[in-house]
């Protein structure tokens, strides 16, 4: 199942136009420097997309299935979904839907400053610039080339 999800992981990364993308939270991230704020406008994270897989595999092998007299169906329980309140829910995700430092993002603008007075709402919050802010000769950035990069230096920062 892996080697699938892989690949249907590149295919969503592609049909937003991410082929150079090898998994859905890499695709999200750069369209979200993109400024494409929309949730409509980003591929599910791998989290959501590995649970959607999941529910369309059970409901494939239901379809597949559906002409045997006495089908022997799975429990849809760990297929994508819950039984919550006794009734059956989509389990939609296992993780939060962001790390709670992006939850609560800081961005600024800064032209002259260059991020070194207390005007710089990120300064203020004691946080380095990131790629959301439109700032100019940054001294406040933090050279950054991958996700887990920052991922690493936030949970470094004890905010993760």
Not at 66 to 74: A, E, M, S, T, Y
Request: hydrophobic residues 30%.
């Amino acid at each position: 199942m892996l080697a699938a999800q892989t690949s249907l992981e590149e295919f969503v990364c592609s049909l937003y136009g991410q082929s150079v993308c090898q998994n859905g939270n890499e695709a999200r991230y750069n369209i979200f420097k993109l400024n494409a704020r929309s949730e409509s406008a980003m591929p599910p994270n791998q989290d959501a997309l590995r649970k959607h897989i999941l529910r369309a595999n059970y409901q494939a092998a239901i379809h597949k299935a559906c002409l045997k007299q006495f089908p022997d169906v799975p429990s849809p329980i760990g297929h994508g979904w819950v039984i919550s309140e006794n009734e059956l829910s989509i389990d939609w995700m296992d993780l939060p839907p962001a790390p709670s430092g992006i939850l609560e993002y800081v961005q600024c603008s800064c032209k002259k400053s260059k991020c070194r007075q207390r005007t710089c709402s990120c300064t203020q919050s004691g946080l380095p610039c990131t790629d959301l802010c439109k700032c100019k000769d940054c001294d406040n950035a933090v050279e950054v080339n991958e996700i887990d990069d920052i991922e690493e230096y936030y949970s470094e920062e004890g905010d993760l």
